[in-house]
């Protein structure tokens, strides 16, 4: 079994940054390619980026050039750099991995993008 937690989320202005995190927990386990995705209210969960485990990073059109992903494979943990946040950028943010134990969502970390 593989935890993960994501933390991170909050309130900012538009035009703001925010950092968001998802750690993963467990025992004998080796992580690949890790996602995020969002959902906003009323609409389907939807692809944000993902990174490889050699680096390699991919990002949905909608936050290209915005976000900015990383992962630290000796902590097992993924950062989501957000910058230039917009209101439609508003929503609940999840990360999913895969690895050698499967594929796993983490609980979900609301952003808020107000003035």
């Known amino acids: 079994q593989v935890q993960l937690v994501e933390s991170g989320g909050g309130l900012v202005q538009p035009g703001g940054s925010l950092r968001l995190s998802c750690a993963a927990s467990?025992?004998?386990?080796?992580?690949?390619?890790m996602y995020w995705f969002r959902q906003a209210p009323g609409k389907q969960r939807e692809y944000v980026a993902h990174?490889?485990?050699?680096?390699?990073?991919k990002y949905a059109d909608s936050v290209k050039g915005r976000f900015a992903l990383s992962r630290d494979n000796a902590k097992n943990t993924m950062y989501l750099q957000m910058n230039s946040l917009r209101p439609e950028d508003t929503a609940v943010y999840f990360c999913?991995?895969?690895?050698?134990?499967?594929?796993?969502w983490g609980q979900g970390t609301q952003v808020t993008v107000s003035s």
């Open positions: 999913y991995v895969h690895s050698t134990r499967g594929h796993y």
């Open positions: 467990g025992s004998g386990f080796s992580l690949g390619d």
């Open positions: 990174i490889t485990n050699t680096g390699e990073t």
